[in-house]
């Protein structure tokens, strides 16, 4: 079985209880407490079942069937309860308490851990907790007086009453009712003919409290509910059982404040007025501060001037993310909480009967949508642009690296090799010496042609630099240009000087085959030596799993010559060493070097000794980057499965509350509390979306620019993010409207219930607003007489007018059904003007502004008068307003 909240609220500003009051659950009931409750709540209850011809006599044991639980519900409220099970077995009795719980909740009450079951096994002390909660809610709850209700409002209405008995304190509803003294002073100051109050004595509690219980009984109909000897002898009698007999005092002279009434109903409307002006004033303001947010937003946001370095470009993006993270949300919020207040407004002036509300030009709804439209257009693409150059500077700072290593390694090659070749050695040189000299300049031949391509890998970088537009262009294309000015002169001075050693070459026959085979073989492995030393120290970029498992594949291919190129090695070593045999030998005059070239085996060996120094290291570069590409893939499927969940998610709840919004299910009361829950499973969800985003933001510090895994980004769990709050927040406002139409004006449920299936049945498009020719078919449906002729034409207009005053062309639900309330209102608005007016006036047909400020707070009743004051007759009496000027300064000039 179902088990119940006692609890009295339910979160709403008019709860008629404070949380300390909740019933006590936890602890035993003092006995003495437990007496005067048990006693209170049964006279109490009986005082309504009389009415039905019935009482109780045990307060747990006559509830226990539930039938008598259900009859008092129905006397008390003047409704009828769900037909009860007349059967005494004790799923029939269960099913009866059950109904009158449901009942009781219906009514706005939270009951905690209370059941069914334990009012039918004759729990006591649940029993008195589920009947106070009754008294609560129809003996209670509706006390008002001066802005106070329940508990307050009754204490302030005791206070008030009682206030000019110098004798009586009223405090609260225990120790100061003690001597007897309030509860005669309330029936003196209501009926002073029945009680002799100068005779009273404050040290004789028991003839106060008698005297006050049985004038009650006798003169007022008020049962006897509590005992003069309990309440003397207890140190603190039960604050419940109190407040139910009090209230009791409460309902009986309540007949007495019809001309308090009348002064609080006019309170109101003036509450309500300010209020209304307090809103337009709001209004006006935040569409200022929101236009002016966005006008001074979109020229950031449309600015695309690129930086030159990555560090200014990462900052922009960063910039960019605050933006997101932390100044546009507040603003989405106050855009929508604007759109909100206007629908509020208007709802408010509709029902006040006062004139739409005009924003001041340029702070329509509309312009600020307009505003935010453009700001939204500006931040298009922004994200994506900065991404783009960060890419770009990222390839630029690479190419522009790799431009300065080769060409310091190329300029170092080239360092002394223009005054080689100016050299005039040849002059003077032997035949051998000839020999020598050709034979290494054809060597340099070769080592330059060698390097030609590394020339033109050097003018290709440039240009590429050149086309990306790098912003250090200019010392590149200069050292550029030196170089290839450089080389151009190589090539002149290596053709000439090949040139003047070809004349020579026909007096010198003798060669050194020996060096000039050293030469030729060390020279392209001193070659492939460097380039392998380049290769090794070449930076690289890769952005998949893939692009490093290739690197990492042709480096394994590159370690796989290694052997061979050790054994190649070997053999110009072996050549080196069979010259220096021959010419210890030989005793051969050859200065110790070889004449052919540079490159001697020191230098093998130390570049050699490089090459195994850098495959480690190359090993484990490629190694660490498998690593981070490993990591940037499990980010990249961290963030695709959580977008691929939230994405579907956000698109179902729109259309969940898209069919909510129109579907007829349950009252109003029931939409809106299952669109609140809805709001809070959304708000709930915001966590998920939270850590998207810091999955995004790890994904773009990686610099992982694209994601196969998924077809969601970032800005699109945004955009649906927002307009996903954004229409949950709309579609409540619009159930909370309808809410205070219905209730403004009187709808029924069924009336409300029909006009959504007359209004769906048309709305075939399911936009939740109807075109004119399908709104002017709803209404024939619903029995207007709209004739195809002119007279019918001129009527639809004229409804038009009011369901379509800005000419939109459509018309929303909320605006149908303020049509018809206003169609089948009847005049209960007039009727209470014009009581609250019978009331002041008196026996007079006119107010006097002095009645009004005896009637009234000072700052409404010179509020009242102010408006008033244009509405005055010439012929009127100074100061006085009749019954029309009255209605039409508090209501404005409608038809009431």
């Known amino acids: 079985m179902p088990t119940f909240d006692m609890d009295p609220y339910d979160g709403d500003e008019n709860n008629y209880m404070p949380q300390e009051d909740d019933w006590d659950r936890d602890m035993l009931l003092d006995p003495a407490w437990e007496k005067q409750q048990r006693k209170t709540f049964t006279a109490w209850c009986n005082s309504h079942l009389r009415k039905a011809g019935t009482q109780i006599e045990n307060i747990e044991e006559d509830f226990r069937d539930g039938l008598k639980l ?72 509706d006390i008002s007086v001066e802005e106070t209700s329940a508990k307050e409002g009754l204490l302030l209405w005791c206070q008030r009453k009682t206030a000019p008995y110098k004798n009586v304190n009223i405090q609260n509803f225990h120790i100061s009712w003690k001597d007897g003294l309030g509860f005669c002073a309330l029936i003196h100051r209501h009926r002073p003919e029945l009680i002799d109050y100068g005779k009273l004595r404050k040290d004789d509690p028991m003839t106060n409290l008698n005297t006050a219980f049985d004038v009650a009984e006798k003169y007022l109909d008020i049962p006897k509910m509590l005992d003069a000897e309990d309440i003397v002898s207890t140190l603190r009698p039960d604050e419940k059982a109190i407040m139910t007999y009090v209230s009791c005092y409460y309902h009986a002279f309540s007949g007495k404040q019809k001309a308090e009434t009348a002064a609080n109903r006019i309170c109101k409307v003036l509450a309500v007025n300010q209020e209304n002006e307090q809103l337009m004033e709001d209004y006006e303001k935040l569409a200022s501060d929101l236009l002016e947010w966005i006008r001074r937003t979109i020229p950031w946001l449309e600015n695309r001037a690129p930086e030159n370095t990555m560090q200014a470009m990462q900052q922009k993006l960063e910039d960019f993310r605050d933006y997101r993270r932390q100044h546009k949300p507040p603003k989405v919020q106050e855009k929508c909480q604007l759109e909100i207040n206007f629908n509020t407004l208007q709802t408010k002036l509709r029902l006040s009967n006062r004139p739409a509300f005009m924003p001041s030009e340029g702070k329509m709804v509309s312009d600020v949508s307009n505003a935010w439209g453009g700001l939204e257009g500006a931040e298009k693409g922004y994200e994506e642009w900065l991404l783009n150059e960060i890419r770009r500077l990222e390839r630029l700072d690479h190419l522009a690296e790799k431009f300065r290593q080769k060409a310091a390694i190329h300029e170092t090659w080239t360092e002394g090799k223009e005054v080689m070749l100016q050299a005039r050695d040849f002059e003077t040189a032997s035949l051998s010496e000839i020999k020598a000299l050709l034979k290494k300049h054809e060597a340099f031949e070769s080592d330059l042609a060698a390097h030609q391509d590394r020339v033109e890998q050097i003018a290709a970088i440039a240009q590429e630099l050149n086309e990306l537009d790098y912003y250090d262009s200019p010392s590149v294309n200069a050292r550029c240009q030196n170089i290839c000015d450089q080389w151009d002169a190589l090539g002149a001075l290596t053709q000439k000087r090949s040139e003047a050693l070809q004349r020579t070459e026909k007096l010198l026959e003798t060669i050194d085959q020996l060096y000039l085979e050293f030469a030729k073989r060390a020279a392209p492995f001193n070659n492939w030596m ?34 061979d190129a050790d054994k190649e090695r070997g053999a110009i070593l072996g050549i080196h060493n069979e010259i220096a045999k021959i010419v210890a030998t030989y005793h051969v005059n050859m200065a110790g070097t ?96 939270d850590q998207l985003e810091g999955d995004h933001q790890l994904i773009q510090e990686a610099l992982i620019f694209d994601n196969k895994h998924t077809n969601y980004t970032m800005e699109h769990i945004r955009v649906g993010w927002e307009q996903l709050l954004t229409t949950i927040a709309r579609t409540i406002n619009e159930i909370e409207n309808q809410i205070l139409t219905r209730d403004a004006k009187g709808i029924s449920q069924d009336q409300m219930n029909e006009f959504r299936a007359s209004f769906n049945h048309f709305d075939r498009d399911h936009s939740g607003t109807l075109g004119a020719e399908e709104f002017k078919a709803c209404l024939i449906s619903l029995g207007f007489d709209i004739a195809n002729d002119a007279q019918g034409e001129a009527e639809f207009s004229r409804i038009m007018s009011i369901v379509d005053p800005n000419r939109v062309g459509v018309v929303t639900f909320q605006a149908f059904i303020d049509f018809m309330s206003r169609e089948t209102a009847d005049t209960d608005t007039a009727d209470q003007v014009m009581a609250s007016f019978k009331v002041l ?56």
């Open 70 to 141: 259900m009859l008092l519900l129905e006397v008390i409220s003047g409704e009828r309860l769900a037909k009860p099970e007349r059967g005494k077995m004790r799923v029939h009795k269960i099913s009866n308490v059950n109904k009158a719980l449901h009942y009781i909740t219906s009514k706005g009450v939270k009951l905690v851990s209370i059941g069914a079951e334990e009012i039918v096994d004759g729990n006591a002390k649940m029993t008195l907790g589920m009947i106070w909660t009754i008294i609560l809610r129809f003996a209670i709850q």
């Open 530 to 563: 460097e380039g392998a030393m380049e290769d090794l120290q070449d930076t690289f970029i890769v952005h998949t799993i893939e692009e490093i498992q290739g690197l990492s594949t042709a480096h394994e291919q590159f370690k796989a010559t290694l052997p």
């Open 594 to 689: 070889n004449p052919y070239t540079t490159i001697n085996p020191q230098d093998i060996n130390a570049k050699w000794d490089k090459v195994r120094q850098l495959v480690p290291q190359r090993d484990q570069a490629l190694i660490e980057e498998h690593a981070r590409q490993q990591n940037n893939e499990r980010l990249r499927r961290q963030f695709a499965n959580q977008a691929n969940v939230i994405g579907p998610w956000i698109q179902t709840k729109m259309e969940e509350i898209g069919r909510i919004s129109i579907e007829m299910h349950g009252t109003l009361e029931d939409q809106l509390t299952h669109l609140r829950q809805y709001e809070k499973n959304i708000v709930n969800y915001k966590p998920k979306i």
């Open 841 to 896: 006036a008196g026996d007079k047909n006119y107010i006097l502004a002095d009645e009004l400020r005896r009637e009234l707070p000072p700052d409404q009743a010179e509020y009242c008068i102010a408006r008033m004051a244009p509405y005055a007759g010439p012929d009127a009496i100074p100061g006085a307003l009749d019954y029309m000027s009255f209605s039409t300064a508090l209501y404005g000039e409608s038809d009431l």
